[in-house]
């Protein structure tokens, strides 16, 4: 790798760390943040939703202000403008102060990831797109694992404020260099499509509003995620119809999905929204509020799986080009299906030690899956599309990872509360061996201490059965991907030319 290009890589994969990182470190943070600035643990969830929210309906927009203003300034804007957002939300004493600076940084950060991505397109030559997706991939699927453990001990070691201070070393390392070494593009003239732009960001913001809260605010029950419901279907549907139909120059092509290892990518990376995204908040939920490990104990029980993908991906970078990203991406459905199954065996009773091999599984399956698929995505694309496919893959994958949390979260809380209800009418006075089992206590069925143990106990097993329940369905989740893999087109070699967008 030469100097240059080493610097760029460097640059840009420290802003992509720097902006995945931010959704995952915060979430550890809430309860100290709450506490601190009056917010109740209803309205603290903000902090996470604005952010959400705000990059979600900016980052379709990566192709165009590209294409307006260049790569290289719009990279320079977007790292300064997260660094000082970070630091006001670190300031913030208010819960207001802190929503809408939060919702700022997710304007600045959204186009962080796509730009990376498409840059290190650009960088490396079309032989070497395996190693410069193996790069890219190890920022955005390790940092968000890394974030819950490093936002456990930097808000019990230091301050949750530190959460949002952290960014500032990193960001201002990346836009010196960024600054000095990264490549411009040309610029084009783009008129903006408002009516587009308008009801796509209504739609998804929308969209993203009722993932996040649903489960929250039991979904359908809540009249203001109805509403968002409809605003969110009427406005995609509008948008869908009005960019195919109108005689206009629209917001981005919408036959970009014609290019079927682009949509099979696209599709793949929505389904592993509820077996990896899911499945890592399950985790998380199951060792600290099943097994009562403390967070950063937690974090670092889940370590492994971070670094079993890490050097997978490495691997991976290697031999993508060599062979087939379809063989990859079978090997890894079937080591993530084998690591998701061994969870559904998982007990209270369990050691640190049970916990290590269905991690790695686990990550090497993701490593397996998400360098090729990467990889695969901008094969067989034109040159010109690269920063707005990019835009468009990284919204798919927010998405992607949005839709999969509420649908395995939803399914745990609804399927926990199916278990006691079923659990709970063992609690009589006539069933023999709940007295067997309040006897060594001292207890009887009459008494109401004995009474509240036995349904703490049950709770407990119905939480059990709640999380085996939803690792089958995770399971599963990765079983339904392999159909997928019969419409991958596997180009006979890849063109160099394809990764050199309009350098200047």
Not at 177 to 195: G, I, S
Not at 300 to 306: C, D, S
Not at 362 to 374: A, E, K, R
């Amino acid at each position: 790798m030469s100097g240059s290009r080493l610097f760029i890589s460097i640059a840009v994969m420290a802003a992509t760390i720097m902006q995945v990182l931010d959704t995952t470190i915060v979430n550890v943070a809430l309860p100290n943040m709450a506490g601190e600035l009056n917010a109740t643990p209803d309205n603290i969830g903000w902090v996470l939703t604005s952010y959400l929210i705000a990059s979600a309906m900016i980052m379709p927009l990566t192709g165009y202000i590209t294409d307006r203003i260049g790569q290289k300034r719009f990279l320079l804007i977007g790292i300064a403008g997260f660094v000082v957002t970070s630091a006001l939300c670190g300031m913030a004493t208010s819960l207001f102060q802190i929503v809408l600076f939060r919702f700022l940084q997710g304007v600045f950060g959204a186009a962080l990831v796509p730009l990376s991505q498409s840059i290190m397109l650009q960088i490396f030559p079309g032989e070497q797109r395996g190693k410069a997706m193996a790069i890219w991939s190890m920022g955005v699927m390790v940092a968000p694992i890394m974030g819950p453990t490093l936002g456990g001990w930097l808000t019990e070691e230091i301050s949750w404020r530190w959460t949002f201070y952290i960014n500032l070393p990193v960001g201002i390392f990346s836009f010196l260099l960024a600054l000095r070494h990264v490549p411009d593009t040309v610029v084009r003239e783009r008129r903006m499509d408002w009516m587009g732009f308008v009801t796509l960001a209504l739609g998804i913001g929308a969209l993203q509003l009722v993932l996040d809260r649903g489960n929250q605010d039991d979904w359908f029950s809540s009249q203001a995620l109805i509403l968002a419901t409809i605003i969110s279907v009427a406005s995609l549907i509008f948008f869908v119809v009005y960019t195919l139909t109108g005689k206009h120059h629209p917001l981005f092509d919408l036959r970009i999905f014609k290019d079927r290892n682009y949509l099979v990518a696209s599709l793949i990376m929505t389904t592993i929204g509820i077996g990896f995204f899911g499945g890592m908040l399950l985790q998380s939920l199951f060792l600290q509020n099943f097994l009562g490990y403390p967070t950063f104990e937690a974090g670092l029980y889940m370590a492994p799986r971070g670094l079993a993908s890490l050097l997978v991906m490495i691997f991976v970078g290697k031999f993508v080009n060599r062979i087939p990203p379809r063989n990859f991406i079978l090997c890894g459905i079937l080591a993530s299906i084998a690591g998701n199954y061994l969870m559904t065996r998982f007990t209270s009773d369990i050691t640190a030690n049970d916990l290590i091999v269905p991690m790695m599984l686990q990550g090497m399956g993701m490593g397996l899956i998400f360098v090729p698929i990467s990889t695969l995505a901008f094969t067989t694309l034109p040159k010109e599309t690269a920063a707005e496919a990019a835009g468009i893959y990284s919204l798919i994958r927010s998405l992607g990872s949005a839709i999969g949390i509420s649908i395995l979260a939803t399914y745990f809380s609804r399927d926990t509360q199916q278990n006691w209800s079923l659990l709970r009418g063992e609690i009589t006075p006539y069933n023999e061996a709940l007295h067997a089992y309040l006897a060594p206590l001292h207890l009887g069925t009459q008494d109401p201490q004995g009474v509240a143990y036995a349904a703490r106990a049950v709770l407990h097993q119905a939480q059990n059965i709640g999380y085996i329940d939803s690792f089958w369905f995770a399971t599963l989740n990765f079983v339904v991907m392999l159909p997928l893999l019969l419409l991958v087109r596997t180009p006979a070699k890849a063109a160099p030319a394809q990764t050199q967008v309009g350098l200047e």
